[in-house]
């Protein structure tokens, strides 16, 4: 099936941290639902499609009317779940759209999008803003990416880098006022045979220590492209979570 640029959403049931996540209530919808709906407004996808290895979470996302597929339960990410579904359609790009951020802008989406178009060349892209919390800047859910003048990723992190060399102490007011600070959104645009590509790469020891997918990537010489967006997301990764988004959500109503 030709689809220019196909959204994909990786919902896994069995998360050890939150088992169950995707089908969580935020604000009477399930998380899977919200950010499903935000990925459909984008006006830069074709087609949105759930990426899930359970029956409980395809039947969910069909009783709202959306779509979804099963996928292998041995994927071992989510990334090699969305490229279980990239591999059924003739697409050009492919964006792993985070199954637990709910509070992902359609604007973002269509940023990406547009950005990867514009530049042929780009294999892989994301997004990142200005980190301006204090409390994020240790908060090691909160990734923090370092870039490039030209705007690639030189390092993905959940500690803080850069490092502050002048500072006087370790306060992260201080550190946020010598330095700029970027937090990594969980948003990520493939060239399909790129991301065909990154899923047969065996795990590198940088994405092992960190847990972190993207420096697959970077520790076998691809560049990956960030662009800076004005707006902000958090991701679901704790039961605790759902009552700060629901917070504001509350707020932009």
Known sequence: MKVRTLGVIPARFGAHRFPGKPLATI??????????????????LDKVIVATEDTRILEAVEAFGGDATLTSPDCATGTDRVAEVARAYDCDL???????????RPEMIDQLVTGMQADPKCVMGTLARKLESAANLDNPNVVKVALAQNGAALYFTRSRVPFVRDAKTSDALEWLKLAKFYKHLGI??????????????????????????????????????????????????????????????????
Do not use: C
């Open 27 to 44: 604000a009477g919808r399930s998380l899977v639902q919200r950010v499903y709906e935000q990925a459909a407004k984008a006006e830069r």
């Open 94 to 104: 492919v964006l792993n759209i985070q199954g637990d951020e709910p509070l992902m």
């Open 188 to 253: 990520y645009a493939f060239r399909r045979e790129f991301l065909l590509k990154f899923v047969q790469l065996p795990q590198s020891e940088l994405e092992k220590t960190e847990k972190l997918e993207q420096l697959r990537a970077l520790e076998n010489g691809f560049s990956i492209k960030v662009w800076i967006t004005p707006h902000d997301s958090i991701g679901v990764d704790r039961p605790e979570d759902i009552e700060l988004v629901e917070e504001i959500l509350k707020s932009r109503a």
